[in-house]
C-alpha cells in the first residue's frame, strides 16, 4: 500500500511564506513526475507545480516567480515553497505523484490535502 502525506498548510497573512511537504510511504520503487495541486472552495482542482524525476519543473502562470517546487529522492519528499502569498492561494493544496510498486506497476496517487489560508 502506498501512501502520500502531506504537511505544512495552515493561516498566514499575505506576503507571508509557508513551506508544504509529502512523503510518499509504503512499498515505493522508484517515483516519477510528483505535483502540487490546488482547489478553493467551489473551484476545480488545478495544477500549481510539478516536478520530474530528473528535476525538471514547470509551474502554473499564477505562481511563477512566487512559489518554487523541489523533490528529496532519497527521502521520497517533495516540496512546495510558497513566498509572496495572496489571498486568492487559499485552497486545499493536494500532492500528486507517480509510484512505481514493482517493475510492472505504475499508478498515480494522491494526498489527502493539506489547507492553506491566506488573509488579508
Known amino acids: 500500500q502506498v501512501q502520500l502525506v502531506e504537511s505544512g498548510g495552515g493561516l498566514v497573512q499575505a506576503g507571508g511564506s509557508l513551506r508544504l511537504s509529502c512523503v510518499a510511504s509504503?512499498?515505493?520503487?522508484?517515483?516519477?513526475?510528483m505535483g502540487w495541486y490546488r482547489q478553493a472552495p467551489g473551484k476545480q482542482r488545478e495544477l500549481v507545480a510539478m516536478?520530474?524525476?530528473?528535476?525538471?519543473?514547470n509551474y502554473a502562470d499564477a505562481v511563477k516567480g512566487r512559489f518554487t517546487i523541489s523533490r528529496d529522492n532519497a527521502k521520497r519528499t517533495v516540496y512546495l515553497q510558497m513566498n509572496s502569498l495572496k489571498p486568492e492561494d487559499t485552497a486545499d493544496y493536494y500532492c500528486?505523484?507517480?509510484?512505481?510498486?514493482?517493475?510492472?506497476?505504475?499508478?498515480?496517487?494522491w494526498g489527502q490535502g493539506t489547507p492553506v489560508t491566506v488573509s488579508s
Open positions: 500528486n505523484a507517480d509510484i512505481r510498486s514493482s517493475y510492472l506497476l505504475l499508478r498515480n496517487y
Open positions: 509504503g512499498r515505493v520503487l522508484s517515483i516519477e513526475n
Open positions: 516536478i520530474t524525476s530528473g528535476g525538471s519543473s
